[in-house]
């Protein structure tokens, strides 16, 4: 049988994807991270299904069940937040399942960094100001950044930043960019995008750390840095100016 991982999005049960939401209904084996998957979500297992929360369950543990589940004859779902390609763990899962011989495939999901676009209300590539983002984080106890990724290195570039697990060293992060961005950089910062417990900050890079401190923010939180975040001048898109409407045979 198949195990499915799939993308549970941000934390809002209705940005599950309709294609997750419909593998999800028909595996009678669920495995997901109850700090991080909400139990609403769950509701959409088909009945009697077994649910596993895998929040405090080591790796060899995890892979076990699910190659459990395999032999038996049942489809698993595995429900990691987020999207799949961006810090779900895939990889360490995906290799000891390759190696059992047992196929997965994998359902997207909305990215955090999407739904906390969508709180803001803002477009993250603007004509003119920013056509780039750079989705990264901060070493952790857990995860070390390679050579070569570490935040000083990766702040040359200029780029709008996405930064995920990172709220916790708020302190750190502005010793590091401010002296490319600017002390005045706009910041805006989305605590648990589209939960009910969601919180936005939006201030000056310089003030990051207090404002987060006084939010109360140091986990489960995107933080976006860069100018298009304020972006008040700035050329409109040659695909749906006059210009380019007038000209011959243009289309849509």
């Known amino acids: 049988m198949t195990v499915y991982f799939i993308g549970a999005g941000p934390g809002a049960p209705d940005l599950l994807t309709l294609r997750g939401a ?13 700090s991080l998957v909400p139990p609403e979500m769950l509701e959409r297992c088909p009945d009697g299904a077994r649910l596993v929360d895998t929040a405090r369950m080591p790796l060899p543990e995890i892979v ?3 190659i459990a589940a395999h032999e038996s004859g049942l ?9 799949i390609s ?13 190696a ?7 359902v997207p999901g909305v990215p955090a960094f999407a739904a906390a676009a969508g709180t803001l209300g803002r477009e993250l590539t603007v004509p003119g100001v920013g056509q780039s983002l750079l989705i990264t984080r901060v070493s952790t106890l857990s995860t070390d950044m390679p050579e070569g990724e570490d935040l000083e290195a990766l702040a040359r570039t200029g ?4 930064l995920h697990l990172a709220a916790h060293r708020a302190q750190a992060l502005t010793e590091v960019l401010i002296p490319r961005y600017g002390a005045d ?15 936005i900050v939006r201030c000056r890079l310089a003030d990051l750390p207090q404002q987060l401190t006084e939010a109360g923010i140091t986990r489960t939180a995107v933080i976006f840095v860069g ?10 898109s040659y695909l749906y100016s006059a210009r380019r409407l007038r000209r011959p045979g243009a289309s849509h």
């Not at 961006?86 to 390759?98: G, N, V």
Request: one cysteine or more.
């Open 22 to 34: 419909d593998v999800l209904a028909r595996c009678p084996v669920c495995l997901y991270a109850g």
């Open 64 to 66: 076990d069940e699910l």
């Open 75 to 83: 489809d698993v779902a595995r429900l990691h937040s987020g999207d």
């Open 86 to 98: 961006l810090y779900s763990a895939l990889t360490e899962q995906a290799r000891r399942l390759d």
């Open 100 to 106: 059992a011989g047992v196929p997965y495939e994998i």
């Open 159 to 162: 780029v709008t930043l996405a």
């Open 185 to 199: 950089c706009p910041v805006a910062v989305v605590a648990y995008a589209s939960r009910p417990q969601e919180q």
């Open 227 to 236: 100018q298009v975040l304020d972006a008040q001048t700035f050329e409109e």
